[in-house]
């Protein structure tokens, strides 16, 4: 049976898109000027949001594989660098905190908890999502995708953050909303809780049984 223990944890890390922020439309408005670019068909937001969760490299091959049937390692190079260049250029036009986030986090630096962002996206957007929200006040750090050579499913970024801060992975808490993040924490040996909201490339992310699914952060405040 998992014990939550909130009052106890001393860091809690938080995967960002799908998890903090509802960044689907962003990604979608990028994706579609990336596609044009590129005189290739468009696509839907309703389609983005089945076709993100698991990273950019895979996103791009998602969308080729369904506009072309297959994929061309070429195009995919050119769509997966086109998409970044555009994307990381103005990362937060729509993007917003999911409701319960922000009261969330208030409560956790409060109660003098070490927050800290674990992403695979890219450092760079991720740190200015973050201050364009106003949430950087909340973190000790930001952790992008591409701050190591492995990002999520490996452990490597949440191992870190229990080596640099010297604390016991009893301590703390991931919260995510995808298969990466609930493997990661599996693999690093780190309690891992999700919200059913996110982003998980069309999966239902009770498949991969995570230890607790809640459908707002609030509710754990109660």
């Known amino acids: 049976m998992f014990e939550l223990r909130l009052a106890e944890r001393q860091m809690i890390l938080f995967d960002l898109d799908g998890t903090l922020v509802d960044s689907a439309s962003d990604l979608y408005r990028a994706m579609n000027m990336s596609l044009n670019a590129l ?6 937001e309703t389609q983005v949001r089945n076709w993100v969760g698991k990273g950019t490299s895979i996103f791009c091959h998602s969308v080729l594989e369904h506009l072309t049937g297959q994929v061309d390692a070429a195009q995919h190079h050119l769509l997966l660098e086109t998409f970044l ?3 990381n ?3 937060c ?17 409060a109660d003098g908890k070490m927050l800290i962002c674990v992403t695979n996206k890219p450092e760079q957007p991720a740190r200015s ?12 750090d930001v952790i992008g995708g591409d701050r190591f050579e492995e990002r999520k499913p490996h452990p490597k970024q949440l191992l870190y953050c229990a080596e640099y801060y ?9 919260v995510g909303d995808s298969v990466n993040d ?7 040996g780190i309690d891992c809780i999700v919200v059913s909201y996110g982003y998980n490339h069309g999966e239902n992310i009770r498949d991969c049984q995570p230890q607790m699914v809640v459908d707002n952060l609030k509710e754990l405040l109660v």
């Open 93 to 109: 036009v729509l993007t917003q905190p999911f409701d319960g986030i922000i009261e969330f986090l208030q409560w956790a630096k």
């Open 166 to 174: 010297e604390l016991d992975k009893t301590d703390i808490l991931m």
């Open 39 to 44: 005189q290739l068909p468009l696509v839907t």
């Open 89 to 91: 250029a103005d990362p």
């Open 182 to 188: 609930v493997e990661a924490a599996r693999r690093a």
């Open 85 to 87: 260049k555009i994307y």
């Open 129 to 140: 999502i973050v201050e364009a929200l106003g949430m950087n006040q909340y973190f000790a």
